[in-house]
């Protein structure tokens, strides 16, 4: 693993109200009533930690939005970015660019069976836009199926197949989209009570789905792989074949989004990999370069690229495949393959963060399950372990998410930076954490754990 740079903390007040007066006359923050936030302003950050202008150090459990899977300012990333800089800073996707087309071929050699070509995005909604697309178009067909908790970006088409209340505000949205409920063992929408069960009765959920819908007018299922923001819900093994399954039989593309379980975070390079399905469109975007440089794209198999050979493919962005953005992830992968990062994260999960969660349920009556694999972790809290009533309500906002506010402000006050969603803690670091930081980290979380504690009733 490489050494990070030497962490400067230099304390500069003043600097840090200039940064703050600034952001709070002029930046308009996403998902946000402008008035009620106060964005915390960063002086740098190195390997796992960030910090402020009061010099105050995190170690960030959150990989901010679970896209700096390489960690911060790692040095032979930056340093490639400044060479691809000094060589070509962008250039026109009609053109052939040498690091658009080294980071196509590395992607597509990552990438199982004939997943052979990338359509380059500048992040992960336009990913699952266009792969949206891509299966429409392929099969001639309109409806997609996508999972209630999911989350899939916030343009019009994806935030439509988005499962969780960041759409509320959008509907109507794109026509066509039909939701179903995948596997969730802890709060089964089957009743059911073992992960073979959930397996086989989501499965049927998703057969009726499909005759109702007439699986002849699906043009494809979009999945999350590992569902994340929406609780890291580890498929049971057979589900993502029973998906291919259904998909072959009916004539349905199958779209794994790996936005956030891709690049490392689960362990894998595609969190599929690790179930042995192939996919024929794959969605990627974060993880591929850590998000130095905004990137994403669209995997796609030959099948559905071979529909556009001799026919126009009707979408496309300025910065397709912009040079910078695509040198940086070739950078990325080689670093990943030369340091052996999704090995280290595979061990990290199972060897290290695992057993530290089970620890914290063993100690904790407020931790009603812990789940996931990698570096992509849930710590999901109950007020009642028998009832599993959450620690908050779904969607909680202002006093009712009040024990999370009072963990989060914990764990912040201690130096740990978490990512908390409902009733859920995350534990989601840089694939590059070492073993050490991540106890230290579990032992911050433990201590703040006390706080929801007291919120158990009997
Ligand atoms: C699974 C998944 N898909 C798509 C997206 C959208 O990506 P972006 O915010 O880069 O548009 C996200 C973002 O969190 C995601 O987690």
Sequence with gaps: MSTYPEQQIPADPERGAQVSRDDRAHVFHSWSAQALINPLPIAGASGSHFWDFEGKRYLDFSSQLVNVNIGYQHPKLVAAIQEAAA?????????ADESRSEAARLIAGLAPGTLNRVFFTNGGA??????????????????VLTAYRSYHGATAG?????????????EPGMSGIVHFWGPYPYRSAFHSDSDAQECERALQHLDDVLMVEGAQHVAAIIIETV????????????????????????????ICDEVMAGFGRC???????????????????????????????????????????DRVYPGGLTYSGHPLACASAVASINIFKEEGIIEHARSLGADVIAPGLEKLKANHPSVGDVRGLGVFWAIE??????????????????PDAKPMQELLAACKSKGLWPFTHFNRLHVTPPCTTTADQIEEGLAIIDEALTITDQYVTD
């Excluded at 060589?87 to 053109?95: D, G, K, L, N």
């Excluded at 028998?386 to 969607?395: F, G, L, S």
Aim: charged share 20%.
């Design 87 to 95: 060589r070509q800073c962008t250039i026109a996707p009609s053109f």
């Design 126 to 143: 336009e990913a699952t836009e266009n792969a949206m697309r891509m299966a429409r178009l392929h099969t001639g067909r309109h409806k």
């Design 158 to 170: 994806a935030i439509t197949a988005t499962g969780d209340p960041r759409r509320w505000p959008s």
């Design 227 to 254: 569902v994340g923001t929406n609780g890291i819900l580890v498929p049971p093994d057979g589900y993502l074949q029973g998906i291919r399954d259904r998909c072959d039989r009916h004539g349905i593309m199958m």
């Design 267 to 309: 362990g894998e390079w595609f969190a599929f990999q690790k179930w042995g399905v192939q996919p024929d469109l794959v969605c990627f975007a974060k993880g591929v370069n850590s998000g130095y440089i905004p990137l994403g794209g669209v995997v796609i198999s030959d099948k559905v690229s071979a529909t556009f050979r």
């Design 381 to 398: 809290l109950v007020k009642n372990r028998v009832t599993r009533e959450p620690m908050v309500p779904y969607n909680a906002a202002g």
